[in-house]
């Protein structure tokens, strides 16, 4: 039985990674190093390893290898926390994948590294395929953005990008989990309009990675739900599909809210590529969401 690496094995993403690992493969998890936001080791099968440590790294593969591929969804994810903590956020989504496509490429396998929207700047009019320019608004964006320069720079022949947004999951914090509990003790919530995306859940993005392991190629790929949604109307249908009809969702603007990292305004993906691999989509977001709600309720 073939073995995959799976880093961010903890967490939201990588959790369910491990949890749908195709037949015949054996998945090994590991996380962060102990005290970055998001990392934790509980649940991990190889725990207590720095990714961002090229010896730590060599012991992981030499340990618990040997791998047939890594699926590398660890990372700073603390959006805001990174506009203060740029050095640490960027030896997580930086220095780590140029470590793991380094390794990679010396033991001859793939590497999928799961990046983020928030390499636009937001000021596009259509949904960003993968070769439209980038422009980080934020220390979270630049730090993502350059981990995945170097993952393609270490491992041209093997390291494949996959970039998605608005995530939610059985595991960890997320906007309908909050939207839900915020409801639960008020009439009326203000939720941002002009902020739009694809809400995407992790039951869809998860099988979609290891599909682009098994079939991509070097290169990057853009993977959420289908359609264009607003915050304000994400949670709106997560209050109406929970059952929720007392609590009202107002609508307001960006800058009633500000935050310390810039959000890009408009950040929705073309997934058309990954559909032409797949061979098909990732389902729309609002049948995504009906699914989650159903087998997860919150």
């Not at 493969?25 to 649940?43: F, H, K, M, N, W």
């Not at 993968?130 to 422009?135: F, L």
């Not at 996959?162 to 939610?168: D, K, S």
């Not at 941002?192 to 990675?209: F, K, N, R, S, W």
Request: with cysteine.
């Amino acid at each position: 039985m073939e073995r995959v690496l799976v880093t961010g094995a903890a967490g939201m993403l990588g959790s369910e990674v491990l949890r749908c690992a195709p037949a015949g493969v054996r998945a090994i998890g590991t996380d962060l190093r102990p005290g970055e936001p998001g990392g934790t080791q509980s649940g991990c099968d190889a725990p207590g390893f720095d990714l961002a440590d090229a010896s730590a790294v060599e012991r992981l593969f030499a340990q618990h290898g040997p791998f047939a591929g890594v699926i590398h969804c660890a990372a700073w994810t603390a959006v805001d926390l990174a506009e203060e903590k740029e050095a640490e956020a960027a030896r997580a989504n930086e220095t780590a994948c140029s470590v793991l496509a380094r390794a990679c490429a010396k033991a001859g396998i793939p590497l999928v590294v799961v990046s983020t929207d928030f390499v636009f700047d937001g000021n596009g009019t259509r949904p960003y395929r993968e070769e439209d320019p980038v422009q980080p608004l934020c220390a979270y964006g630049r730090t993502k953005l350059a981990g995945e320069r170097a993952a393609l720079r270490e491992h041209p022949g093997g390291a494949r990008i996959v970039r998605t947004q608005w995530l939610y999951g059985p595991r960890g914090k997320h906007f309908p989990g909050t939207i839900h509990q915020l409801a639960s003790t008020r009439d009326e919530l203000k939720v941002v309009t002009d902020q739009l995306g694809c809400p995407t859940t992790t039951l869809e993005l998860a099988p979609a990675l290891w599909d682009v392991l098994a079939k991509g190629a070097s290169g990057i790929y853009h993977a959420a739900c289908e359609g264009v949604v607003s915050w304000n109307e994400l949670a709106r249908a997560t209050l109406e599909l929970s059952g929720n009809t007392r609590t009202r969702v107002m609508p307001c603007s960006s800058a009633e809210f500000p935050r310390p990292a810039r959000r890009p305004a408009y950040s929705a993906l073309d997934c058309s590529k990954l559909a032409r691999l797949r061979g098909r989509t990732l389902k729309p977001w609002r049948e995504a969401l009906a699914d989650f709600l159903k087998a997860h309720p919150l």
